[in-house]
């Protein structure tokens, strides 16, 4: 799941410097098994002790390493891989190059007691809050879908998987606003005027007239939908060769719940209203599968990424690590941070407590303590993301002498 921008719809709060211009930019792995600890490998030189915390941070509280529950327990070793892809991401930002140069040092596989010692001398534990100060909030989870295709239309591959179109319109708020920062809008032309883009629905009406690349022809326009909604994917071709896709642009709706429509038309239980409830509900109704999917105005545009990309690449621009990577709203938790995640199993009471790496960001991910569970590739990592609907706390780890504004 990449980068979602700003929608249009949110702009009607902003002030009147935005307001003013309405009419022209409108919008927008499974852990490693545990091994013997042998001797921690020597650690460079402590950096500064971190400051006190910026008075008046509205979501990060200074913790200690005790009020992170399993801490001690959990293979901290198995986010190395992910550290080093942040740090591949992070190495010209000055704040992260003290603790990325000591990753470095550390090599490619440092053991578990180097790890822990590691994330403790050189970052400091800040806990996530929300806007009204409550430490809970919810996790879900996405993973990369596997769907069928071709790279021709037929009658079984019928559904076009869209690349960004030509007339998509993108505008930098912060270029008049810089506390906008990261917020977009999208648009197009009609005429001397700048409208909103195409809904979901407006697309499909148009059919072969809309005027965007096709990458390839999905089998099964539900498969497709929820390929959208996790942002990447890879399609599998008639002839055993898979391509991989990967966000490329958006066309500035906000997203919607089709799971929580059919909730309110009664029909299904709130329960029920998992991505295979959703499924099940669209192979019984196929004549309302438009009325169903045009719920949502959100529409996902396609790149084609490597072949043999390690993941989906997610919003921080490395690819995301199965179990191990997180999706949050960055403007709570520093995009490419490491966050101790304390939630549980879907549909369970069992404790998920475990570091991951925040390196991506989702439409619906957003404020303080919210969270998307990357759980990896495939159909079993599919059925444990559509079951997760969890709540849970939050840590990002900063480096010390970092301390959030």
Request: aromatic share 10%; glycine share 8%.
């Given at each position: 799941m990449s980068l979602r921008p700003f929608s249009w719809f949110a702009l009607a709060g902003l002030s009147a410097v935005l307001?003013?211009?309405?009419?022209?930019?409108?919008?927008?792995?499974?852990?490693?098994?545990?091994?013997?600890?042998?001797?921690?490998?020597?650690?460079?030189?402590?950096?500064?002790?971190?400051?006190?915390?910026?008075?008046?941070?509205?979501?990060?509280?200074?913790?200690?390493?005790?009020?992170?529950?399993?801490?001690?327990?959990?293979p901290v070793e198995a986010a190395w891989p992910a550290l080093l892809r942040s740090c591949q991401a992070l190495r010209d930002d000055p704040r992260w190059q003290p603790a990325c140069a000591a990753?470095?040092?550390?090599?490619?596989?440092?053991?578990?007691?180097?790890?822990?010692?590691?994330?403790?001398?050189?970052?400091?534990?800040?806990?996530?809050?929300?806007?009204?100060?409550?430490?809970q909030g919810m996790v879900t989870g996405y993973y990369e879908p596997l769907i069928r295709g071709s790279l021709t239309r037929s009658a079984r591959s019928a559904w076009p998987i869209h690349g960004v179109p030509a007339d998509l319109i993108t505008i930098d708020i912060a270029d008049a606003r810089p506390e906008l920062k990261g917020m977009r809008?999208?648009?197009?032309?009609d005429g001397d005027r700048v409208v909103p883009y195409f809904t979901r629905g407006e697309v499909a009406a148009q059919g072969?007239?809309?005027?965007?690349?096709?990458?390839?022809?999905?089998?099964?326009?539900?498969?497709?939908?929820?390929?959208?909604?996790?942002?990447?994917?890879r399609i599998a071709l008639p002839d055993g060769r898979f391509l991989r896709i990967g966000y490329a642009?958006?066309?500035?709706?906000?997203?919607?719940?089709?799971?929580?429509?059919?909730?309110?038309?009664?029909?299904?239980?709130?329960?029920?209203?998992?991505?295979?409830?959703?499924?099940?509900w669209a192979q019984a109704h196929p004549a309302r599968l438009r009325e169903l999917l045009d719920q949502n105005p959100s529409y996902v545009f396609f790149?084609?990424?490597?072949?043999?990309?390690?993941?989906?690449?997610?919003?921080?621009?490395?690819?995301?690590?199965?179990?191990?990577?997180?999706?949050?709203?960055?403007g709570a938790v520093p995009l490419g941070a490491p966050v101790f995640l304390a939630t549980t199993l879907p549909n369970s009471n069992t404790p998920l407590r475990r570091l991951v790496m925040a390196q991506d960001t989702g439409g619906a991910i957003k404020g303080g303590v919210r969270a998307d569970?990357?759980?990896?590739?495939g159909d079993a990592a599919g059925v444990q993301a559509g079951r997760m609907r969890q709540d849970g706390a939050?840590?990002?780890?900063?480096?010390?002498?970092?301390?959030?504004k």
């Open positions: 307001l003013s211009c309405a009419t022209t930019p409108p919008p927008e792995c499974v852990p490693c098994r545990a091994a013997p600890a042998p001797a921690p490998a020597p650690v460079p030189p402590t950096p500064p002790p971190a400051p006190a915390p910026v008075a008046g941070t509205p979501t990060l509280e200074a913790a200690g390493w005790t009020d992170l529950p399993g801490w001690s327990a959990d990753a470095k040092v550390l090599g490619a596989s440092p053991a578990r007691a180097t790890v822990r010692a590691y994330f403790e001398r050189y970052f400091q534990p800040w806990q996530v809050r929300n806007a009204d100060g409550s430490a809008l999208r648009g197009r032309l072969a007239r809309f005027a965007a690349p096709v990458l390839a022809w999905a089998d099964d326009p539900v498969a497709l939908f929820f390929l959208q909604v996790q942002g990447s994917g642009d958006h066309n500035g709706h906000p997203y919607v719940s089709i799971g929580r429509w059919l909730v309110e038309q009664g029909e299904m239980s709130l329960s029920a209203a998992s991505m295979q409830g959703i499924q099940r790149r084609i990424l490597p072949a043999s990309s390690d993941g989906p690449i997610g919003a921080l621009g490395v690819p995301l690590s199965a179990e191990r990577s997180i999706a949050v709203d960055p569970y990357f759980w990896g590739f939050m840590w990002a780890l900063l480096p010390k002498g970092w301390a959030p």
